[in-house]
């Protein structure tokens, strides 16, 4: 058929004649507790791979969702009744083989939030969910390719623990430089040399000092508070390991 004007090809056209692919949205949501990198994982209560663990997730809503991202926002308040400092889609991906549904595309999103604050909502979610330490996450039979997926996300947080300050969107208001320094060697599982990364930390501007302090172990700590608009805040120089002594 041919058509004279746009108008005329798009009051003809019909959606339903070709076939569209699953789309979904998935994330990786992450925490630490007990000095340890942890995800949420939810326990599926539905086919397909029902009683399996996954990550959290859902379809995108066409009537309701204007985007992805709040399709994402969405979710994460669904699965945890929280908001997240930081929601940032990681990859897009797609095949015939993912979903045993057919055809499925999923748009992956990692976020942080704070382990404790979801604590006190927990009971008020409707899937069981349990947090996990990415080590034993990996260990796990998970639904669909989700392995794939963490695999992915754990790769994109640590990259930019090295050089952005999206790591002390899991503070608390008030922290001392060390128990920062101790997220961050969590998150990238490598030791930090502590002159280096206070003087990081300090000549960015990333935090500031308060009139505060606390006890850590016999003498009182310094507490500092983040100083940035965003915790997507990128510094001069990646994160650099400290070399290794022979």
Partial sequence: MTFNSEQEFLSNYNKKDYESPLLTVDMAIFSVDAGQLQVLLIK???????????????????????????????????????????????????????????????????????????QQIASEQNEYSEWVSIAEAKKLD????????LDIAVDRLSSKARYTALPVSLMPKLFTLTELQQIYEIILGQSLEKKSFRRRMIEAGAVEETDQSKIAGKRPAQLYKFALQSYDFHFPRILEYPRETT
Avoid: C
């Avoid at 086919?47 to 926002?73: C, E, I, N, R, Y």
């Avoid at 998970?142 to 997926?149: N, P, S, T």
């Fill in 44 to 118: 599926r209560s539905n086919f397909p791979q029902k009683d399996k663990w996954a990550l959290p997730g859902g379809f995108v809503d066409l009537s309701k969702d204007q985007d992805l991202m709040v399709t994402a926002h969405r979710k994460l308040v669904e699965k945890t009744g929280l908001q997240s400092p930081h929601l940032e889609q990681v990859a897009t991906v797609g095949n015939a083989t993912r979903d045993p549904r057919g055809w499925a595309v999923t748009a992956l999103y990692f976020a942080l939030i704070d382990f404790k604050a979801f």
């Fill in 142 to 149: 998970l639904a669909f390719d989700h392995l794939e997926l």
